[in-house]
């Protein structure tokens, strides 16, 4: 941070974010301890979000107080499922009833809380999804994360899915859940603001967003990533990934920076595109410009964008640009036919 | 030199697996011409793969010096041949080489389709033909009632067939002896001016050309200057040899004799096979009968799938022409497909076998497009014009009437499965001119088009008659057809690669059958996209694939971007490959397996 700060000091944060890997296991001294080296150098905005990831299991529920009390005003709890059988499925180590006292306790403690959900998970029909949801959304404050179960390559799931042991809904049955959760949680008061985020409107995730509308962020720890424009330059920043590693290069050479690539303003344009059609509100015409120094018209193929416009996958008004529902439901083949 | 009455020239006749490489292996072993160590099975088979499919490609020669019961020694030349019909230009070059010819015939399996093909070319060279029984060692192996099927369906006397064992021994010197008995000697004048016929030519990398020859009158030597009659080239002759079966020069070529030449020539294509060869300064103005060239009937487009496996075929197919001059090929461009080229072939198993030499001696991973004949187009205008491509097919209004190349095709089968069989040619528009059985089994002759042949007829003949049918034809001639060019339109726009011509009552059938595989192999996209098939303007066939569903990334945060950014630049990457149809690109993996999968 001492590094980052010589680069980036004088400006205001608006958000911090605790997350990635199981930052509960991390001591709430160490917490208060970052935050305030970071007041140390940059001021802080008034309304500044500060966020902690946290697994719900009682050992990280204890220390939700110690947390709060350094200085965090919202935390996002990886709740997942609030099924046993799903959550050992998943390879949880907490159940359902340690997740529902950690809502209860996060609820008492915070501000702001929000948890995720996995769903279309092997075998659940649209029915047992939708009860899960309500039950959940009855626990829910103002925001939540609910996430298609994605198989990722490299994990057993992986190989299981391959070999047909695991049935994962198709595109017809996962788009029919995505779109009775859109419903569902509309309906709730909370509609989606990003693909998979939900809140009361006001209580989006405002360090998220700066990630979907292409803002700047420094990412400090092992792997972690950043961005960051520096006289008008833009820089993909990245940390060593290894903890001990990082942590002997910080201690020798005062950073733990492993890249620095400088994001090109063709690159720099798709990041936007890429990131910025998540938000149910896509890209402002004004933050586009202020990102990309050009127009939304003048940034893509008038081909492309006029066949996806008429398609009804994307809108383009005043505002800026936006994906429709059912744009954002097939995204990543409207961005490879806006960008491709 | 050998006497002439002391030669014998000789070819064998067989169907493919009746033994006809293993009984030339023991000939030559008896003979003396192989060591045990040497004799590997089917030494007459270089290729491998002649070696693996059991037929023999190019023709082969090898000299035996047999001893015969009389006591004297006698010269015996063994031209091998072709067993398929794809290669009847080689065969019968083969047999006007020699005098006479073994038929040989799988003493349990009888005369099948190739067997009876090859023994009418043998009657039209004027050959004595000897009836060999083989494989009477095998339990199954009924000499009697094969015997009198020879007689039945061939009409050839079988009484004295001779009886042998290839892979045992037996009988062989019977055979030996009976060549010498039965067979007449060549003639010749040994000291009239030089004439000796061309009768095959191919390329080998030490020596250049190596031209093989038959003697039928004068002397051949090394260091004479020869004039090739038909190019009027003039060679200096470098070598003289014969085959034993290994390469062995001798000083001289007798009349009577057949052995080869080298001489300095670079291309195959200079020595042209049924040319008649003369002393330089001769003075013979009227040449030995050739042989009708022989011509593609069969064409197809081979594209890489790899595109930038494009010089390499081209080079390829280069060297393989070297020595098949038989195969034809010009480069083409398709739209789906890329570059490759628009090859031509003497028919479907000729095709088969360049394609899969270009596989397997090249390391090329190929795609062929639906096998095509040559077209007789009558236009308007009164114009004729021959088309074997599609892509060159005239606006159907100009069209005045379309001729299609007909087939006389033979086929024996076991008449459990006669009825498939029959089934199946009048599927494909045939019209029966015999129906004989001999025995259990039923010989069908029928008049086919040969359109209907090359798109997956041995394969269902296969298929129909698990095997046990055996299938050969020749050319007949030209007849009026209603065929029509199936155009195929992905999103509204025609994929040439996949345009075929076809009979029109076909042509619902074969345009539905592409148009369902094509909506398995195109991923879907954002958009519908329609697949027809369609004659014309009309359509007769259509699909739909439908719009994806769903396909998004559920979690996308700060860390993600880099590798989000990296993934769509390997999109684009992969785009290089996507052929564009409209708004829509599609995948050339798709057309590739379109089209592998209708090749199957």
Redesign the interface.
Known sequence: MNYWATETGGRTITSIFFG?GTPSLMDPATTAAVIENAADHWSFADNIEITFEANPTSIEAAKFKDIRNAGVNRVSIGVQALDDSALSFLGREHDRDQALEALKLAHEIFPRFSFDLIYARPDQTAEAWTTELQEALNFASDHLSL????IEKGTPFFAYQRDGILVTPD??R??AL?EITQEICEDNGLPAYE??NHARSGNECRH?I??WEGGD?I?VGP?????LTINEAVY?T?QIPGPENWLSNVEESGHGTRRRDTVDSE?RI??LF??GL?LTDGISRDVFFDRSGLEIEDAVEPRRLR??LE?E?LILDNDGIRATASG??????????L?? | MTELSHIRNFSIVAHIDHGKSTLADRLIQVCGGGSERELKEQMLDTMDIERERGITIKAQTVRLNYKAKDGETYQLNLMDTPGHVDFTYEVSRSLSACEGSLLVVDASQGVEAQTLANVYLALDADHEIIPVLNKIDLPAAEPERIRSQIEDVIGLDASEAIQVSAKTGVGIEDVLESLVQRLPAPSGEKDAPLKALLVDSWYDAYLGVIVLVRIKDGVLKRGMKVKFMATDAVHHIDSVGVFSPKRQNVDALYPGEIGFITASIKHVAETQVGDTIVEEKSTITEPLAGFQPSVPVVFCGLFPVDAADFEDLRDSLAKLRLNDSSFHYEAETSAALGFGFRCGFLGLLHLEIVQERLQREFDLDLITTAPSVIYRVHLKNGDVEEIHNPADWPDPTQIDRIEEPWIKATILVPDDFLGPVLALCQERRGEQIELTYAGSRAMAVYRLPLNEVVFDFYDRLKSVTRGYASFDYQLEDYREGELVKVTILVNSEPVDALSMIVHRTQSEYRGRGICTRLKDLVPRQLFKIPIQAAIGGKVIARETISAMRKDVTAKCYGGDVSRKRKLLEKQKEGKKRMRQFGSVEIPQSAFIEALRIGGE
């Open positions: 990635g996430y298609q179960l994605t595109d017809d996962a788009a995505f693909i998979s998220n700066t990630y962020y990412g792997g972690a990533h950043g961005r993909a990245e690159s798709e990041e890429l990131m998540r066949q996806l398609g996958f954002r439901l097939r995204l990543n083949a409207v961005l490879a036919a960008l491709g």
